[in-house]
């Protein structure tokens, strides 16, 4: 890295990172939705509301992994950022700042964004914000698996070295 005090984002990025982090992201999208199934089966369903389409759990569900796999690669840009990168091509500090990335989300997306926007596309008028702890739990599943599934899907990338994802 160059001598500068200031970071930069890294040219590092490219497909490979985009397809790592789009199918860690769609991994723990599924992962995510399991644990909503089982504890807050309506969540999934709100999903659909964001879309001004009436609760339908599959409709939730195929827009949830959607969003899952699009949040998988904006955490790959983030992660691109020269700080973090070192973190997160190694599976257990991966696993961190995954969790760290998933809480933004919960925070800002989940908690703020997402209430807002089903109030204005419905008549429903969710608390906003809306910090629901099942849906926290949700969101910290979704980033550890995203977070350790990122280098472990790029390191198995054709043509990957060891060196690119480690340094």
Known sequence: MASN???EWSSRMGPDDLISAGVAGLIGGIAFAVLTART???QLQKVGLLYGLAGSPRIGLFLHLNHSIVFGIVYARVV???PLHGFATRVGPGVAVGIAF???V???AASVLMPT???AVTS???PIPNFDLAFLAGHVVF???LGGGYPLLLSRMPGSSEERHTS
């Open 106 to 108: 919960w925070l800002v």
């Open 40 to 42: 807050t089966p309506e």
């Open 5 to 7: 005090s200031r970071r």
């Open 124 to 126: 429903r008028s969710p």
């Open 80 to 82: 691109s950022y020269e």
């Open 117 to 119: 926007w089903i109030s």
């Open 102 to 104: 998933s809480v933004v």
């Open 143 to 145: 980033g550890a698996v």
